[in-house]
């Protein structure tokens, strides 16, 4: 059940940006699965070469129990312009809260409706020209967001 829900998170994430980053990796301990996400497909695009810099980068857990599916955020962001001249960047976040589910496609449609925000926001940000380093990114990556 846990690998058909990844599938679906992948599929609902890559429609939402066709360019972006997925990437899921096991938990060191136990059976959680880690979900990488990002707006930068490619890792050499990123700021230094570095994953972690990837304005929209994010990482969520997945896991299995007795009570069906979880889906936690560990963080996810998008870096931006600072608002104070004592900062580097600047963070906004959608809320968000666990989501669980009995079945893996009603976790992807929530999921779904979380990225929707969440590139909403983008689309925002870029369009005010406030997106962290906005220079760097290529605009085959912004661009496609739906």
């Known amino acids: ?3 058909k829900a990844i599938e679906l998170l992948k599929e609902e ?3 939402q940006a066709p360019n972006g980053f997925f990437e899921t990796r096991r ?3 136990g059976d959680d699965v880690h979900i990488s996400i990002g707006l930068i497909k490619e890792q050499r695009d990123c700021s230094n070469n570095i994953r972690e810099n990837d304005s929209g980068y ?8 007795d009570e069906g599916l979880q889906l936690e955020r560990y963080y996810h962001r998008l870096s931006c312009k600072p608002e104070s001249k004592y900062y580097a960047m600047s963070h906004k976040k959608v809320s968000y809260r666990i989501i669980k589910s009995k079945s893996p496609q009603d976790l ?15 689309k925002e ?3 005010n020209d406030n997106l962290y ?3 760097d990114i290529k605009n ?3 661009e496609s967001i739906a």
Do not use: Q
């Not at 994010?58 to 129990?65: A, K, L, W």
């Not at 992807?108 to 983008?122: E, G, N, P, W």
């Open 27 to 29: 938990a060191c301990l």
């Open 133 to 135: 380093r906005n220079e």
């Open 1 to 3: 059940m846990k690998t």
């Open 108 to 122: 992807a449609k929530k999921f779904s409706k979380y990225l929707t925000r969440f590139f909403d926001m983008v």
């Open 125 to 127: 940000e870029v369009a």
């Open 58 to 65: 994010g990482v969520f857990t997945i896991r299995e129990n």
């Open 13 to 15: 994430y890559l429609k």
């Open 140 to 142: 085959v990556y912004l």
